[in-house]
């Protein structure tokens, strides 16, 4: 298992077969990082689809993939010998909201509104989540895979800015380091 510069665990593998495809992950690997037998989500990072696949015991060192995959496989054009990185960015836990202080969506005009908007992590990628009113408080729903490849974790000081208040708003997110939250 390797991590990467955001600390998600990933190795590389080659596509074996495509006529029987199937799709090896090192049971290592699965084991380590809370997979085990039932669906997985796969997400391109290029064209941002999600595929729902299904993950199989098949030996004492591997765990395999197979229903779902073929889908997967032709929308992202990987054939027979292409090598892929398959990197884990998200394990099962449940998402996250925040809170978002009713003073604050008060004076922005989001209190009492339910919407899809957009969230820009520091490196300017948009995460798609959706603004939810819950009766006295408001929060943001969706979070769960930027926190991961954002490596936000339980006591992180961050802020938010509201940098459009359309139909879709459009919010930064500016990590401060740790804090006692």
Same mark, same amino acid.
């Given at each position: ?27 290592? &690997? ?32 591997? &765990? ?30 449940? %998402?996250?909201?925040?809170?978002? %202080? ?25 995460? %798609? ?50 804090? &006692?939250?």
């Amino acid at each position: 298992m390797i991590l990467d510069q955001d600390h998600h665990p990933y190795f590389v593998s080659t596509l074996k077969q495509y006529d029987n495809l199937r799709m090896f992950i090192p049971k290592k &690997f699965a084991l380590a990082n809370g997979l085990s037998n039932g669906e997985i989500v796969f997400k391109n990072v290029e064209n941002e689809g999600l595929w729902t696949v299904k993950l199989r015991s098949q030996s004492e060192k591997y &765990f395999c993939i197979q229903h779902g995959l073929r889908e997967f496989c032709n929308a992202i054009k990987l054939e027979k010998g292409d090598s892929f990185r398959f990197e884990l960015i998200h394990n099962g836990k449940k %998402p996250v909201a925040i809170d978002i %202080p009713l003073a604050f969506a008060r004076s922005n005009k989001l209190d009492m509104r339910s919407c899809e908007m957009f969230l820009m992590d520091e490196k300017q990628r948009l995460w %798609p989540t959706r603004l939810h009113d819950s009766g006295g408080h408001v929060c943001i729903r969706g979070l769960r895979d930027m926190w991961v490849a954002n490596g936000v974790k339980k006591g992180d000081v961050f802020s938010v800015e509201i940098v459009e208040n359309g139909n879709k708003p459009h919010i930064n997110f500016h990590r401060h380091g740790t804090g &006692f939250m």
